[in-house]
């Protein structure tokens, strides 16, 4: 597909309704991590799909592999030319001479020197790089790669960074631009396709503004991570033998039977299917016994509730780690994180409690004290603030700012064997809502 205002050519994103819109070009090589339960031995894409699996290609025995190259200038002597097979550097403009050097800079983002060119009106070499000055460093690949990479500093208060990719014929096939760059920051320009079709790239500084460029690496990454469907994406690979190997990143709670597939690549085409089965193991920070229980007292309770509303106003979401040692139980669902799901759960788990139980308190005993009042007033506030009111003091963006808590009084919840009301659950069932709106 050709875009008609920038006549950048793109892949067509491919998906129909019995597979994922998955890759960003048909020859790209594709994979899913997917969660099997009761036993399940094979993949299809009814299968949850589960996010943030690490995904390296190694070799055919199993050793890591890297299949990019970099022209670092802290390579070579100061102002001696930077060489290496596969590219060829050159300056472009009508104010620099085309040989880049390499020089000292304040502005290298690794070691201390940068790629610089003759001003040919100063006589001196320049460490910028700008196409409002028609300083420009073009990079041309012996062969067309997939991924081009490149440390760009700002040599302005705000400067802004842009990399083309050109394929063979000379088109215009990929564009970014940086946001902006404050003076002495860097930042990595990336350029990718989903197949070697990068046969050049342009880089200097965009919108009047100029960068000092360093570090440049061109290739094929052999890393990836799946996303929320579980699909992960790799470019193509060149033809060989390969091994997949496959890690959670919460080995905690998810288990790889079978971490490493084998696979070929020949002629563009991958031998066989690279779907990693995976299974879900009890996660540490859920009370084996009762989910609900989070405090593991042998009984829920609003206390439960409240104990990972409490975490969730300190920390805020997360997954957790070996920091958080058990009891409490905050992870509720077992997903290996604390979020306003796990305090939904108890509670629908006293709503369901109280309606199979009948009604669970006696009217004509209850009481409230003035500390069950106020414990009911801040687990209200809690949620409330949780699910994002008082939007006039607090975006929706800083909502987990651990100042705008105070902590709920826990220990002044009485147990549901205790006298309660049924004003306590009448709560529940509104905190519910508001949490649920959170999901």
């Not at 060829?88 to 000292?104: P, Q, Y």
């Not at 690549?265 to 609900?292: F, I, M, Y």
């Not at 699910?387 to 919840?413: F, H, K, L, M």
Request: charged share 20%.
């Amino acid at each position: 597909a050709v875009d008609a205002v920038t006549g950048i050519r793109s892949n067509v994103f491919v998906g129909d309704r019995a597979a994922p819109a998955s890759s960003v070009g048909d020859t790209a090589i594709t994979g899913h991590v997917w969660l099997s339960q009761d036993g399940e031995q094979t993949f299809d894409t009814t299968k949850i799909g589960l996010q943030n699996f690490d995904v390296d290609v190694l070799d055919a025995s199993g050793s890591p592999l890297s299949l990019t190259q970099s022209l670092e200038p802290d390579d070579f002597a100061n102002g001696t030319s930077p060489s290496l097979d596969g590219v060829t550097v050159t300056a472009v403009g009508a104010v620099v001479a085309s040989e880049i050097l390499t020089s000292e800079s304040t502005f290298a983002t690794t070691g201390s020197n940068v790629f610089t060119a003759l001003d040919t009106q100063a006589f001196q070499q320049s460490i910028s790089w700008s196409s409002a000055r028609d300083q420009v460093l073009r990079a041309q690949f012996d062969e067309p790669v997939s991924h081009v990479w490149i440390d760009a500093a700002s040599l302005v208060d705000s400067g802004y960074a842009r990399i083309e990719a050109y394929d063979i014929d000379g088109q215009l096939i990929r564009r970014v631009t940086s946001g902006a760059i404050s003076l002495g920051q860097s930042t990595t320009m990336e350029v990718s396709s989903a197949t070697p079709q990068i046969a050049s790239v342009l880089v200097f500084g965009h919108a009047g503004t100029s960068v000092a460029l360093d570090n440049l690496r061109f290739g094929t990454p052999t890393k990836g991570t799946s996303d929320s469907l579980g699909v992960f994406t790799l470019p193509m690979l060149p033809d060989g033998e390969y091994q997949l190997r496959v890690s959670s990143s919460n080995p905690q709670v998810y288990r790889l039977p079978d971490p490493n597939i084998s696979f070929s690549v020949s002629e563009g085409a991958v031998s066989s299917d690279l779907a990693v089965r995976a299974t879900q193991s009890t996660s540490l920070w859920q009370n084996p016994n009762n989910r609900a229980d989070v405090n593991n007292s042998n009984s829920v309770e609003p206390l439960d509730a409240l104990l990972v509303i409490n975490a969730l106003a300190k920390s805020g979401p997360r997954e957790l780690t070996s920091v958080d040692v058990a009891p409490p139980y905050y992870d509720v669902n077992g997903d290996g994180s604390i979020a306003p799901i796990d305090a939904l759960i108890v509670i629908n788990e006293i709503q369901q409690n109280r309606s199979l139980a009948g009604e669970l308190f006696n009217h004509q005993n209850a009481s409230v004290d003035r500390q069950s009042d106020d414990t009911l007033e801040a687990f209200d506030v809690a949620i409330g603030e949780l699910a994002g009111e008082d939007s006039d003091e607090q975006s929706q963006g800083d909502r987990w700012d651990v100042q705008r808590y105070a902590a709920i009084p826990t220990n002044s919840v009485k147990s549901h064997k205790s006298d309660e009301t049924d004003e306590a659950l009448s709560l529940l069932e509104l905190e519910a809502q508001m949490l649920a709106s959170l999901i």
